[in-house]
């Protein structure tokens, strides 16, 4: 397997040095270089301030990664990021996302159901990209207040020992999303925490060891995985929300039952 590069300026040369592919009936090639162009243009007619650009590649630069921070669309936790995932070698679709970076740590957050599309190198994708991003970039407001409100939603639901044990064998086991080196560096986490997230015993300080130990990702997989770790954890509170309703209104019935008695 080809060496995953993360540094930065390394994995840019890298991805702009690999030749784009040929443009044939069924497949349309998307170049790494449009797709900075276009999100740096966008950022610029945007009105935001751009803060960090970072790249990382695989496959000797066919399979590419760029994240954008923006410091101006940001609270005291978390900025704005923005970010792309494209092939050359057709192993992977055209993806781009909204996210954030976490202040404290640099952990991703991305959302695939807002400010997100993903699309095959095929028919009309040339045409697509540039007005899908531009019009995405300029949403990048909505889409942090929707994050900003996952965050706080995470925050309300406590992760115990029995809760922690369950998310992670999940995220292993079932989903097979995190690896088992990422399982250890879990477990380190929540014995020893490398940041505060200032919910201590949360869902969103357990989400947060998650996305610290998913930093080892590879470039293939970073934005899928992220993507399908917010989904399992917002679906995770929103199970918890629906047992505890469920717990409530059978308290309600039991209760409403014994006063009918006397």
Request: aromatic share 8%; proline share 2%; with cysteine.
């Given at each position: 397997?080809?060496?995953?590069?993360?540094?930065?300026?390394?994995?840019r040369?890298?991805?702009?040095?690999?030749?784009?592919?040929?443009?044939?009936?069924?497949?349309?090639?998307v170049?790494?270089?449009?797709?900075?162009?276009l999100?740096?243009?966008?950022?610029?007619?945007?009105?935001?301030?751009?803060?960090?650009?970072?790249?990382s590649?695989?496959?000797?630069?066919?399979v590419?990664?760029?994240?954008?921070?923006?410091?101006?669309?940001?609270?005291?936790e978390?900025?704005?990021?923005?970010?792309?995932?494209?092939?050359?070698?057709?192993?992977?679709?055209?993806?781009?996302?909204?996210?954030?970076?976490?202040?404290?740590?640099?952990?991703?957050?991305?959302?695939?159901?807002?400010?997100?599309?993903?699309?095959?190198?095929?028919?009309?994708?040339?045409?697509?990209t540039?007005?899908?991003?531009?019009?995405?970039?300029?949403?990048?407001?909505?889409?942090?207040?929707?994050?900003?409100?996952?965050?706080?939603?995470?925050?309300?639901y406590?992760?115990?020992?029995?809760?922690?044990?369950?998310?992670?064998?999940?995220?292993?086991?079932?989903?097979?999303?995190?690896?088992?080196?990422?399982?250890?560096?879990?477990?380190?986490?929540?014995?020893?925490?490398t940041?505060?997230?200032?919910?201590?015993?949360?869902?969103?300080?357990?989400?947060?060891?998650?996305?610290?130990?998913?930093?080892?990702?590879?470039?293939?997989?970073?934005?899928?995985?992220?993507i399908?770790?917010?989904?399992?954890?917002?679906?995770h509170?929103?199970?918890?929300n629906?047992e505890?309703?469920?717990?409530?209104?059978?308290?309600?019935?039991?209760?409403?039952?014994?006063?009918?008695?006397?």
């Amino acid at each position: 397997m080809k060496r995953a590069i993360t540094n930065a300026v390394e994995a840019r040369n890298t991805m702009l040095s690999a030749p784009i592919p040929q443009e044939t009936k069924t497949y349309k090639p998307v170049s790494h270089q449009e797709l900075i162009d276009l999100t740096l243009e966008s950022i610029y007619q945007s009105g935001y301030k751009l803060e960090s650009q970072n790249y990382s590649t695989a496959r000797e630069g066919n399979v590419a990664n760029g994240r954008y921070t923006i410091a101006n669309v940001a609270d005291s936790e978390m900025k704005l990021q923005i970010g792309w995932q494209n092939s050359y070698d057709r192993s992977l679709s055209l993806k781009f996302a909204l996210g954030t970076s976490i202040i404290i740590c640099s952990n991703g957050m991305v959302k695939g159901d807002h400010g997100a599309f993903r699309k095959k190198h095929q028919g009309d994708i040339q045409t697509f990209t540039p007005s899908a991003i531009s019009e995405y970039i300029k949403g990048g407001g909505d889409a942090f207040q929707t994050l900003q409100s996952d965050r706080d939603t995470l925050k309300q639901y406590e992760a115990t020992d029995k809760v922690q044990a369950e998310v992670i064998g999940r995220l292993f086991l079932q989903e097979e999303i995190i690896s088992s080196s990422q399982m250890n560096i879990i477990k380190k986490e929540l014995n020893v925490p490398t940041h505060n997230y200032g919910a201590q015993g949360s869902m969103w300080e357990l989400y947060n060891n998650v996305t610290f130990a998913m930093k080892q990702s590879h470039p293939s997989d970073w934005m899928q995985d992220h993507i399908d770790v917010h989904n399992f954890f917002l679906d995770h509170t929103g199970n918890l929300n629906k047992e505890m309703q469920e717990d409530a209104d059978t308290f309600a019935a039991v209760l409403s039952n014994q006063l009918n008695m006397f």
